[in-house]
């Protein structure tokens, strides 16, 4: 037997991959998760820069997430006991953000599991009663795989191994966003820690520096509207960038100043637009016979706890199917 081979292969450590894999491993599970990604977060990622010799970290993804489902409450509560999380009220009265980044309790969750990160799974296949999955480096088998991707991603890995499946991913149509990073040397002359518009081209800024259990220089995350992200998508990061500190500034007033330190991020799959929960049914689907299923916030509520729940809903389906 591969020394590799576990009860579930999860695909995607994001909040959704390590919920469902954190209530697998509870029962008794062995659990093995898969991330391309170098460290944990997802689209709940946080990215450390130098400014002005500070070690800053940008949240560049979710900028906070609300808690109502009684059970992301008791989570919540537990990760608030340990340090990692912490009320924001610049957000709102029911905002919570990760601290001192917004992956830390992604990070908490994947420190008491299986976690291999850097590895990319690229094709899954039948291998006798159970799965093989492939990825960039060594080879994955186990009896059930999990797959708690983006619904574009999802599609294209399950084509074959569940066209099912990949044709429900293969529905939602997901809207990009660019997300700018920008530190300045002093405190800009807006008052608010926050600014939102439902109108182009800016979408959400935050000063990030204000944040529970953050340091260092005055920092901000500029999020561009879908529209905006749709007409720059293809920029360079740089001229991005520097297209939306310009539409910061223009959108809040502030007189443009230069930044120290400018970065962007794209987000190709940022926001399932039509989220499929409905018709998922329990937020997450999950192939008995073929112990094959599908988690995501597409499959619940395009939100940090709808990708809780959604990664939940899978591992007690998976359970119950035994
Ligand atoms: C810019 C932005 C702003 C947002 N703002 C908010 C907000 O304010 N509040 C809120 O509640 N939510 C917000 N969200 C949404 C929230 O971040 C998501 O709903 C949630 O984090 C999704 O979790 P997930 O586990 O479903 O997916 P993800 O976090 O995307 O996790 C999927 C994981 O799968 C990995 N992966 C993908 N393909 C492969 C592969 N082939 N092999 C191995 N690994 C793979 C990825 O590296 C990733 O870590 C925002 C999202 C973005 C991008």
């Known amino acids: ?21 954190s209530e697998l491993a509870r029962s008794g599970a062995s659990v093995t998760v898969l991330d391309k990604g170098r460290g944990p977060g997802g689209r709940m990622a946080a990215r450390r820069a130098e ?50 980044g917004m992956n830390a309790p992604v990070k908490a969750m994947a420190k008491a599991l299986d976690v291999r990160w850097g ?5 899954i296949l039948r291998s006798g009663a159970g799965w093989l999955v492939e990825t ?19 599609a294209v890995l399950l084509a074959d191994a569940a066209p099912d499946l990949a044709a429900l991913s293969g529905d939602v149509l997901s809207a990009p966003c660019w997300a700018v990073m920008a530190g300045f040397g002093e ?28 340091n260092g220089a ?34 809040t007033g502030v007189a443009p100043v230069a930044a120290m330190h400018l970065d962007a991020h794209r987000w190709l799959y940022a926001m399932p637009q039509a989220p499929i929960g409905a018709r998922a049914g329990e937020g997450a689907r999950y192939n008995a016979q073929a112990g094959i299923g599908i988690a995501g916030d597409y499959l619940h509520n395009p939100r940090v706890e709808g990708a809780w729940l959604s990664g939940r809903a899978l591992a ?3 359970l119950a199917a035994g």
């Open 187 to 214: 405190r800009l002359p807006f008052a608010a820690d926050t600014f939102r518009s439902d109108t182009a081209p800016v979408s959400w800024a935050a000063r990030n520096s204000a944040k529970p259990g953050r």
């Open 218 to 251: 005055e920092n901000w995350v500029v999020h561009a509207s879908p529209a905006r992200s749709r007409e720059i998508i293809d920029l360079p990061k740089d001229a991005a960038a520097a297209a939306l500190l310009a539409d910061f500034f223009a959108a």
């Open 136 to 154: 960039d480096g060594e080879a994955f088998t186990a009896a059930r795989v999990l797959v708690a991707v983006p619904a574009e991603q999802a």
């Open 51 to 100: 400014i002005g010799g500070q070690s800053v970290a940008f949240d560049h993804g979710a900028q906070y997430f609300t808690a109502r489902d009684p059970a992301f409450q008791d989570a919540v509560a537990a990760w608030e006991a340990t340090g990692a999380v912490a009320r924001w009220p610049a957000a709102g009265d029911e905002a919570w953000v990760g601290v001192p």
């Open 316 to 318: 007690g389906l998976a």
């Open 1 to 21: 037997m591969n020394e590799h081979f576990s009860d579930y292969c999860i695909i995607g450590a994001g909040m959704a991959g390590l919920s469902c894999a």
């Open 119 to 123: 590895v990319r799974a690229e094709r």
